[in-house]
C-alpha cells in the first residue's frame, strides 16, 4: 500500500500530494486527518455523493461522502495570510476561489462520477469580510476573522447601548465582527466604502 509523501509547508504555492487507497472508510478517515496535504480515496460503486468543502484559515479541505455520511475521498489545498501590521490579517480571496477549484478537481480525481454529485456543502470561518463591487470583485484583501484592527469601533459600537447588543451581553462588543470591520473600512479607506456595492462575510462571497 502506497504511503503519502510528507507534505511541504502550508505557505508553499502547490499542488497538494495525491495517493490513494482501497480500504475501508474508518482507515481513510484517520489517514485524511493525518495527512491533510494529499488526497485520500475509496472508489464505491454507490450512485450518489455529496461534495463538501471546509474552507478554513490556512487552505481549503474538500471531501467526498456517500449518501450515509461515510467519507470517500479528501484533498486539500492552502493558501497564505498576510500581516502587515501587529493585529492585521488578511487574504487574497482569489486565493480562497483557486484553492476551493483545486481542492474539489483533485478529490474529484478520486473516480466520483460528476454525475453522481447530487449535493454540494460548503463552510467557511466566520467574521472574515470581503468587500466587492456590483460584479463580486474585491476592491481590497479580506480582513480575516482573527484582524482586531477594528478594537476602537467594536468599542463605540458598544458604547451605543442599541437594544441588538443584547444579543452579545451588551459590552461584549469583538473587533473580529463584521460590523466593526466595516466601519474601519468606512473611516480609514472612504474610498473603497464608497465604491462597495456588496459587503459579504467568506461564505457568502463564495458562495
Avoid at 25 to 43: C, F, I, K, P, Y
Avoid at 48 to 60: H, K, P
Avoid at 76 to 101: L, N
Avoid at 183 to 203: D, K, M, S
Wanted: hydrophobic share 40%; with cysteine.
Amino acid at each position: 500500500m502506497p504511503e503519502l509523501e510528507t507534505p511541504l509547508p502550508l505557505d508553499a504555492r502547490r499542488e497538494p500530494v495525491t495517493a490513494s487507497y482501497c480500504t475501508n472508510t474508518l482507515d481513510v478517515h484517520n489517514r485524511a486527518q493525518d495527512h491533510l496535504g494529499g488526497v485520500v480515496s475509496v472508489r464505491r460503486a454507490d450512485d450518489s455523493f455529496v461534495v463538501a468543502l471546509d474552507c478554513g484559515t490556512e487552505g481549503v479541505r474538500a471531501g467526498v461522502f456517500d449518501p450515509s455520511g461515510r467519507p470517500v475521498a479528501f484533498a486539500r489545498a492552502p493558501y497564505s495570510t498576510t500581516h502587515a501590521r501587529q493585529g492585521w490579517a488578511e487574504q487574497d480571496p482569489d486565493d480562497w476561489w483557486e484553492a476551493a477549484v483545486s481542492a474539489t478537481q483533485q478529490v474529484m480525481a478520486s473516480g466520483v462520477d460528476p454525475a453522481a454529485v447530487k449535493g454540494f456543502a460548503v463552510a467557511c470561518t466566520s467574521c472574515t469580510v470581503v468587500v466587492s463591487d456590483a460584479n463580486g470583485r474585491p476592491l481590497r484583501p479580506a480582513l480575516l476573522w482573527m484582524d482586531v484592527r477594528a478594537a476602537p469601533q467594536a468599542r463605540r459600537i458598544g458604547e451605543t447601548g442599541n437594544p441588538a447588543l443584547k444579543y452579545s451581553g451588551y459590552d461584549q462588543t469583538s473587533a473580529e465582527w463584521l460590523l466593526s470591520k466595516v466601519l474601519w473600512i468606512a473611516e480609514h479607506e472612504p474610498e473603497t466604502y464608497a465604491r462597495a456595492v456588496h459587503i459579504n462575510e467568506y461564505t457568502d462571497w463564495l458562495g
